[in-house]
């Protein structure tokens, strides 16, 4: 099973196992490929972020309900809330995964940083420019990549789609009054098939099952389900053996090509000497390249890569001794000169969404996704000494001097000794950043103070409880605010006698000067 809940979140990706994993809340699919629907089926109810493509599949093959799916764009930003209450959220964009129809990558922003999912995929350079993802990369802010290791090792070299492409039509042109047997699966290879159908002014014999999903994706034009009107067939990949094809041959003259990577890298693996029969293999893949992902990785510079597949198969024909040995796809080491130092700092989780997580049974998020113009990032992870990600709270009367952390912004908070407290004009210290450079966090700041007593006479300290607060601002506070905030330092904000009511009306006036906030309170 190629998916996984994402450690110190309630993100599930590919993975439909909830009473494995209660803290999950939030379930994600990338494609409908059977390894990364393992568990789905039409007695799941609970909500599904996806493609509008995967959507259609969803409903045509699981036959979920439409309404519990959450169709998200391809290449728009979404806000999603990440505890029932929606005080907390994240964003998240897909990316085309350039895979199969639907398939899309994720990219995560939120307390936890910034991670991309890729899921099943083929890298093309192209990926780099939306918007949000350019962003990071130049900034060398993107934490985690959890990176499709299909074909990660050293000899898992095959050519580009386009060049397998060609070596495909030069066997079918090689024999053009053969019956052609293609191996397809059940998913995939719908653009290929139909450069077939165009290139040879042919339509393609399909199953039934088959036919309906290309209906579905609107392909149908250029195959059938009628065998008098084909001579290309396209064939499940286990249909295409020795016997199988000699059976062909008894009827009519056929050459049978088998479309896979699968095997690359085995001298005298399974259809590497079949030719003589008229079987032929061309290394045609949906997966990156181990070139590929080198690039991949050179280009976006994570900080750390997580792979997704975690075990291959050990039977049938990768039980012979002969095989190359898959273990080396594991090893992410082969990157680490690509990577972005330091590694990501430890996630720092909100208490409300630990509670969230902790409760027993899948309680679910149910909000609808609200899309959102990102045209940035969100800020790095700061860099840190004392494992405190965000903003850290500090104070004049009980910390001694210290320097600020590179990267992390600073805010003194000072409470008095009498029955009123005051906030002080905030420093923040963003060392070597342009304002106007600065990306935006996609978490709506709602409710950062509660109706909480800030200061009591039967206090020693009369302090407010600064754990909460600090994870909320954390958790909500934009860095496009220190532009607002800078602007309030001019204001005396320390008043004698104060009242409580005062203090929380001049906290409600800092949160209202950015622009975004509609309600605090």
Known sequence: MNGCVIKGTPIAVDFWRPTKAPEARLFFLTHLHRDHTLGLSSTWRLPIYTSPINALLLVHKFEIPKSIIRELEVGETYLLPLDPEGDYTMSVTPLDANHVPGAVMFLFQGYFGNILYSGDMRWYPELVEHPVLKSLVEARELDVLYLDNTF????????????????????????????IKISVRELGREDLLEAVARRFQERIL???????????????????????????????????????HEKWNEENPTISIVLTALFVGWPHGPYSSQANKGIFKVLYSDHSSYDELMQMVGCLRPRRIIPIVKQWSKVGWWADPNAPDQSAKFDMSVYDHLLTYPPPDPILIPEAITRMMSQGGPLMVSHQPRRCSLRHGLAPRPRRALGVRGVVFTSPERVTESPVPSGSMT??????????CSIMQPKLYIPNVDPDSISMATQTPRKILKSRKLSSDDDKDNCVTISDL???IISRTKALAVSHFTSLDSEDSTGNGKSSSEVLKKAKTICQSLSYVDALF
């Open 152 to 179: 990660s090792a050293p000899f898992c070299r095959f050519p580009s789609r386009e060049e397998a492409k060609k070596q495909l039509f030069d066997v079918i042109d090689s024999y053009p009054d053969h019956t």
């Open 206 to 244: 399909v199953n039934q099952d088959k036919f309906k999903v290309l209906e579905l994706l609107q392909y149908s034009d250029a195959f059938t389900n009628d065998p008098s009107q084909a001579r290309i067939h396209a064939v499940p990949m286990s249909q295409i053996q020795v016997r199988t």
């Open 470 to 472: 600090r994870l909320r």
């Open 411 to 420: 805010l003194d908070v000072s409470f008095r000794t009498d029955t009123s």
